[in-house]
């Protein structure tokens, strides 16, 4: 059961589900490995987390080929620990709980693909049983128990972005316009509120239009409902130390 972080069951499991019978895994493509080379020739790369290092190759094999991002997000989490020598020592679950909000902060350097016809990403909202070790090797804060592994136990749900528009119907009904951050923060994006607004406003889903204090303020734009394609340009992504701060 144990395995290393590396080696993620999680991803060995969503390969094996995705590939099916007739598709290919591990495959030489354009001078890197892909995860699925599936029947109708569509590339599937598999990434749990870190989506923005997945971004050179993405941009390389989008020139020729269809390619398909999936990402998994921990809906629900149950977390067991075990000893060094594989005996179980606890199982409970975890506070923690993710949502289709969370994948803003995994696409600030992918959400730039999405006005390409070749590029869908499908996000994954799962329910995962996290294994850790207490071996004294891990954080302070879990009493030094490692984190080993992730394996998923059910698929809850499935939602594909093929397009900005795409995300840009991801805002929360009710909202009323202009908003700011903070009233963002208020529905159920919660935390991940400012990547989303930033993410919008760059991929130009949101507009400026002002301030409200020091809080900036947005509106959905309508430009782009018809098609939600649109050309965009590169932009930096935003730091942890810069998010509250950058329009």
């Known amino acids: 059961m144990i395995n290393t972080w590396n ?3 999680l991803h060995e499991e969503l390969k094996d589900y995705y590939c099916g019978d007739n598709g290919l895994k591990e495959v030489p493509i354009d001078g890197s490995i892909c995860d699925i080379l599936a029947a ?6 598999i ?5 923005s290092s997945l971004s050179v190759k993405i941009e390389k094999l989008l020139t020729h080929h269809q ?18 020598g ?26 730039r693909f999405l006005p390409d016809p070749k590029f869908t990403l499908l996000v994954v909202l799962a329910e995962i049983l996290e294994i850790r070790i207490a071996d004294g090797k891990g954080s302070w804060r879990r009493k030094g128990v490692s984190k080993a ?14 397009s900005l528009y795409d995300l840009q119907k991801m805002i929360p009904e009710g909202l009323s316009e202009p908003f700011t951050r903070k009233d963002l923060r208020n529905t159920d994006a919660g935390k991940n509120a400012d990547f989303m607004a930033w993410v919008l406003h760059q991929a130009g889903m949101l507009e400026l239009v002002g301030k409200q204090g020091n809080a900036h303020m947005y509106r959905v734009s309508h430009v782009h409902r018809k098609t939600g394609r ?11 130390e810069e998010i509250d701060t950058v329009p």
């Open 149 to 162: 592994d992730k394996k998923l136990l059910k698929i809850l749900d499935q939602v594909e972005i093929s």
């Open 67 to 84: 390619v398909k991002l999936i990402h998994p997000i921990p809906v629900i989490t149950y977390i067991e620990t075990y000893t060094e």
């Open 86 to 111: 594989n005996v179980l020592i606890s199982k409970r679950k975890s506070p923690k709980k993710g949502s289709l909000y969370s994948i803003f902060p995994e696409i600030t350097k992918i959400w």
């Open 230 to 240: 649109v050309k965009t340009k590169r932009v930096p992504a935003p730091i942890a």
């Open 7 to 9: 080696e993620s069951l």
């Open 47 to 51: 990434q749990t987390k870190n989506l």
């Open 40 to 45: 109708d020739g569509q590339i599937i790369e």
